[in-house]
């Protein structure tokens, strides 16, 4: 029995696929490179000292995902695939309404017939919205601003009608803070294509001189500081959810949604003094004005990942940056 990782190659996956394989889980990856590079896949080999299948397939390629399932007993899925990038979803929202919803909806279907009725589904707290008062729990109301959020609440209602359709299916969706930080071995970690829009990627490219000088979007929220503050979260931590949603989902059916984040909130300002400290480099800032679309504070009630998994972050602020600083350095 194996259980099938989409997007394995890609930040969260490759995390996730050494956790699993670390804990002697058998795993097929599919990811068709959209953003991740062949590479992270012989890095996953490298640190665990392990080998899996791995098939070359875009999820909207249904005779490509019928055969994963067709020549391996998958007894679960844990699924990655998709694409993340909030202003590209508002400049391209066809593609990312195709690729997201329809290649999950292909994805369902294909599970479907061949009798595997368990996902963990990577969701985002993106759902909460712009109009919750944080710490943001599950039960709060969802709503979302752009092409991108929209696919996460969409895919989230196509997996809950799916589960009251059918009694026999289990969905864990898991909706992740702000994911930073990288593997301790500095070969796997997050690598955006160009200028990155995420705080994290963008601070390390500052400190290892790529770029000049950190954008702070604005400085007159109604924070500590003024500065945006957001529950940023350890990869590593994240990749150990996915073990415990995973075995919540062997144990239940229906469909669930379960925060993955800390608790504890951290101001773009925390977030330059953590990594200078780090890194031992200088990260020059400039304060601009707000990003629209941004919250002043996102931050989770963790509790009820810690009933249902009996699952905690266990890494802070310091050791999510030296570990992107050991990434970034390593991998300049
Ligand atoms: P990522 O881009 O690094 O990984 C996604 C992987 O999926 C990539 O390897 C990509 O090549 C692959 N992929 C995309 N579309 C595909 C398709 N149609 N067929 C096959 N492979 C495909 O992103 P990540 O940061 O690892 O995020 C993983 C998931 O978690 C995504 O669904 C993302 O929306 C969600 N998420 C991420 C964050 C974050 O901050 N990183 C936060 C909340 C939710
Ligand atoms: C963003 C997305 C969110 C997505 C998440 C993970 C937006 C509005 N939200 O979340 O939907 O799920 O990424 O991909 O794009 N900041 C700066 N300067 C920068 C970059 C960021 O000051 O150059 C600030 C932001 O204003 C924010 C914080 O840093 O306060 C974190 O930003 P970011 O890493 O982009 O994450 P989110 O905005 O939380």
Redesign the pocket.
């Given at each position: 029995m194996s259980i099938l990782v989409?997007?394995g190659?890609?930040?969260?996956?490759s995390h996730t696929c050494v956790e699993l394989l670390e804990a002697g889980k058998d795993i097929v990856i599919?990811?068709?490179?959209?953003?991740?590079k062949p590479e992270a896949l012989e890095r996953i080999k490298a640190i665990t000292k392990k080998d899996f299948k791995f098939y070359e397939?875009?999820?909207?390629d249904r005779e490509a995902i019928e055969k994963i399932f067709a020549e391996n007993e998958i007894d679960a899925v844990i699924h990655?695939?998709?694409?993340?990038a909030v202003g590209e979803s508002v400049s391209i929202p066809l593609r990312y309404y195709h690729?997201n919803i329809t290649?999950t909806l292909i994805l369902c279907e294909v599970m479907a017939k061949y009798g595997c009725k368990r996902m963990v589904f990577?969701?985002?707290?993106?759902v909460y919205g712009m109009s919750n008062i944080p710490p943001y729990n599950e039960t709060m109301p969802t709503s979302a601003t752009n092409p991108y959020g929209r696919t996460k609440l969409m895919i989230e209602e196509i997996l809950k009608d799916l589960c009251i359709s059918d009694s026999e299916w289990s969905t864990v969706m898991l909706r992740?803070f702000?994911?930073i930080g990288a593997h301790k071995s500095g070969l796997i970690g997050?690598s955006p294509n160009g200028i990155p829009n995420?705080l994290l990627p963008y601070v390390a490219m500052v400190a290892n001189g790529k770029l000049k000088h950190l954008n702070v979007y604005g400085d007159d929220y109604e924070t500590p500081d003024g500065t945006g503050v957001r529950d940023y979260i350890h990869v590593v931590d994240l990749a150990k959810g996915h073990l415990k949603a995973l075995n919540y989902a062997y144990n239940n059916t229906g469909a669930k949604a379960v925060n993955l984040g800390t608790g504890h909130g951290y101001s773009v300002l925390d977030v330059v003094k953590a990594y200078e400290k780090a890194s031992g480099k200088n990260v020059p800032y400039v304060i601009g004005p707000r990003r629209p679309g941004d919250v002043a504070a996102s931050f989770a009630d963790a509790s009820e990942a810690k009933r249902v998994f009996n699952w905690e972050a266990t890494l802070g602020i310091d050791e999510m940056c030296e570990d992107s600083w050991r990434f970034a350095s390593n991998n300049q």
């Open positions: 989409t997007g190659a890609g930040y969260i996956g599919v990811d068709n490179f959209v953003n991740s397939a875009d999820l909207i990655f695939a998709g694409l993340k690729n290649g990577s969701s985002s707290a993106t992740y702000n994911p997050e995420n």
